[in-house]
């Protein structure tokens, strides 16, 4: 049996991007600011001369799945982090806002396989928004450390992956003889 698991701690080579919507800056800077420091005291290098983490800032949470989607494609990345703040309370078009961002980041993630971690708080008032990002508890702490355990399990899996592709029209239960 093999048991395949992420962890915390092979975090030395690894490079991350994150994508940060300014809209509702407020809320979403408090996740920023978290997921730094978790990724920091995970061991990860962060602040201007990083060589693991670079920033995409984009307005608002819409536009984070089709930057995140390029940043992905670009194979630089072992995760990739979308942070984003949507509430209800402010505009009539928070529904299609967050299911559209919502489907996007799931799409991406599937269509590229690099892991992104879905850090866009979706709130009914903006008092719920900021009790999550940063005055009960600040969610962007666990997106960091999600990145970075999709990170080191992605990267146990990914030859995997490799080898599929190599005999593609093999199925998944090849008999002996047909190998040779
Ligand atoms: N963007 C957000 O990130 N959060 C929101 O709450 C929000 N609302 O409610 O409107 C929002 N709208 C902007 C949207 O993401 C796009 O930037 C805009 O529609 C331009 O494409």
Same mark, same amino acid.
């Given at each position: 049996m093999t048991v395949f698991e992420g962890n915390? &701690? #092979?975090?030395? #080579?690894l490079k991350f991007a994150i994508v940060i919507a300014r809209f509702n800056d407020l809320v979403v800077g408090k996740l920023l600011a978290a997921c730094e420091d978790s990724l920091r005291r995970h061991g990860v290098a962060v602040g %201007? #001369? @990083? *060589? &693991?983490v670079d920033y995409a800032w984009v %307005? !608002?949470?819409?536009?984070?799945p089709m930057v995140a989607r390029q940043l992905a494609l @670009?194979?630089?990345?072992d995760a990739i982090v979308c942070l984003g703040a949507v509430i209800r309370? &402010?505009?009539? *078009?928070y529904d299609h806002v967050a299911s559209e961002v919502a489907k996007g980041i799931q799409a991406l993630a599937f269509q590229t396989g690099v892991p992104v971690t879905f850090g866009v708080l979706t709130t009914d008032t903006m008092q719920q928004a900021i009790e999550r990002a !940063?005055?009960?508890?600040?969610l962007g702490w666990e997106y960091g450390e999600n990145a970075i355990e999709m990170a080191t399990l992605t990267r146990k899996i990914r030859h995997l992956v490799a080898v599929r592709a190599v005999q593609p029209e093999l199925p998944e239960q090849t008999p002996p003889n047909l190998l040779q």
């Open positions: 915390l &701690q #092979d975090t030395r #080579d %201007p #001369d @990083s *060589h &693991q %307005p !608002g949470s819409f536009e984070i @670009s194979g630089r990345y309370g &402010q505009t009539s *078009h !940063g005055i009960k508890s600040n």
